[in-house]
């Protein structure tokens, strides 16, 4: 194998995506620990593999995606171990006071295309799907949200 130089440090940088890291994370597995599990697990592996990175793919893609896959093998491993995997409504999440509206998959990819402003082709490719499937996605999760804004309103007056 072959190791490339690199001109910035890989530390520097998963610090400052940190935030962004956990937030993705927390939208897919909807509890704190898990969450921060996920992306202390991501980041190591990313330090391991950096000297053998390509330099030119962005980190932050990268590491959602490997995110993604760790989170999707997690709950494959629990189905299989016949696990309970924990309901998204239930006190376990990290804010039991805010009901949770939408799946994890329509969160993450509302999150990833919204607020990361990620294109469907760059979210697609984080979330090992089509750009189709991320713009249903997208529109699916708006429309829950439209729905639960609608009666919240409805409710208020």
């Not at 194998?1 to 610090?15: A, F, G, Y």
């Not at 956990?22 to 996920?38: C, I, T, Y």
């Not at 949770?100 to 799907?129: G, H, N, P, Q």
């Amino acid at each position: 194998m072959d190791v490339k130089p690199h001109n910035t440090d890989i530390r520097r940088d998963l610090v400052s995506l940190l935030p962004r890291l956990r937030r993705f994370a927390l939208v897919l597995a909807q509890n704190g620990a898990k969450a921060d599990d996920l992306v202390s697990k991501v980041c190591g592996q990313a330090l391991l593999k950096a000297p053998f990175q390509d330099t030119e793919d962005r980190l932050d893609l990268r590491l959602f995606g490997a995110i993604c896959s760790l989170w999707r093998t997690e709950i494959r491993k629990k189905k299989a171990s016949s696990e309970t995997v924990v309901c998204l409504h239930s006190s376990t999440t990290t804010s039991p006071q805010l009901p949770m509206i939408l799946s994890a998959e329509l969160a993450a990819a509302f999150l990833l295309c919204a607020v990361e402003e990620l294109s469907y082709r760059e979210a697609a490719a984080v979330m090992a799907t089509t750009e189709d499937s991320i713009a249903e996605t997208v529109l699916a999760a708006r429309r829950e949200l439209a729905i639960v804004t609608e009666s919240d309103a409805e409710r208020r007056a």
